[in-house]
């Protein structure tokens, strides 16, 4: 392994191939990390280099690993010399799958095996993107915000939930089996919006898309907005910060239905929201729709739910501060318009 002249040393993040992973990726190299990241084909290496390269201006200089969260070959190369592991890849569907082990499985084993590998390579510390999904329980109003005390049960939840949550309650008890739990810090974003780069693509994003492809109404549905640079943020200052080891850290922004993303849109890009909903969809109707639209099958649990976090501790322990999500809306809208 080659270090950089004045590097701050090696990272790896997992799913750099993703929307947070990528962005992860760019904030890493402009503050001066060598960064290297496991693909479970090298052949789409050099199409992330391009991409971060085109985001950063200059060649990105990453380093490719081919790995696989459901098979232990080639973590341990991966993490070798790594100061610090960013583990945000995981499975999330489009659509409900059949069986749940489909998710959870991959999820829990990938949890486990990453960070096993990195605390054997001596990492310093470790970070890993969970969700909201693993905090805010069955859904069901809860009459305050959510805070990093809450856990989801996973009795009351479906498959995506199920995963998030019983991932990071193995990767708290493997740093704990090992009295290592300061080398582990979990950030629990919401709904990840903003700033896309060429090839990403997310569940939350679709949401945006849609609005711009054209909606016949908007769902009865909203989530709490999260710009993916805040998220990122998050991660790299969990990463550097000691008192941040041992703590999970809500990265969330204020909660929107999408009948008032749209309202952001049309305000504020007219002309790329020409096509954005301009009513809410029939609970009814929605379910008529659902049969025929997988992505809007798996939504039908959190029609008329609304979840709120609290994010003190990503404030005072993190400095993290939530952009407007009016930015973060029109941001994302901007860049996927821009590359459709």
Known sequence: MTISEGSKGTVLVTGGSGFLGGRAIVDLLEKGYDVRTTVRDKSKGPRIEENVSDEIGRPAGIEFFEADLSADDGWSEAVDGCRYVLHIASPFPPAKPKDPQELIGPAVAGATRVIGAALDAGAERIVMTSSVAAIRGSGEPKGSPYTEDDWTDVETVDAYPQSKTLAEDAAW?????????????????????????PDDDSFSLEAIQRMLDGMPGAPKIGFSWVDVRDVSAAHLAAMEKPEAGGQRFIASGPFLWLSEVAEILRREEPELAKKAPTRTVPKPVLRVMALFDPGIR??????????DFDITRAKEVLGIEARPVEQTIVDCARSLAARS
């Open 173 to 197: 008890d493997l740093v704990d089996q090992r009295g290592e739990r300061e080398k582990l810090a979990v950030i629990n974003p919401s709904a990840i919006l903003g700033p896309v780069m």
């Open 298 to 307: 798996a939504l039908l649990g959190n029609i008329g739910i609304r979840s």
